[in-house]
């Protein structure tokens, strides 16, 4: 599966973005899509993931404001941000997970200026 993650850009504090990620085929059967994050001289972590039944898991610090959803008609996933904060400053990366493993996408970079 191949990926295409867009969306990026620059907002101010308290403004909101929404990434997607477009596979280059069916995601309905996938394991899981997940977001990542990776600030500059960090390790990239993970954010928040949405599990083939729907269920969803969101890292501590962004519970509450950020929103992972899918369209399995448009082979699409979202991460929808809301109440940025200068910390979500990162580039973001989207990944599926299925029988065969884990597939990338590109990053999208996200910037948040206070």
């Known amino acids: 599966v191949q990926l295409q993650a867009s969306g990026g850009g620059l907002v101010q504090a308290g403004g909101s973005l929404r990434l997607a990620c477009t596979a280059s085929g069916s995601i309905s059967n996938i394991a899981a899509m997940q977001w990542h994050r990776q600030a500059p001289g960090k390790q990239r972590g993970l954010v928040a993931q949405i599990f083939r039944d729907g269920r969803t898991y969101y890292v501590d610090s962004v519970k509450g404001r950020f929103t992972i959803s899918r369209d399995n008609a448009k082979n699409t996933g979202y991460l929808q941000m809301n109440s940025l904060k200068p910390e979500d400053t990162s580039v973001y990366y989207c990944?599926?997970?299925?029988?065969?493993?884990?597939?990338w996408g590109q990053g999208t970079l996200v910037t948040v200026s206070s």
């Open positions: 990944s599926v997970i299925t029988v065969q493993g884990r597939s």
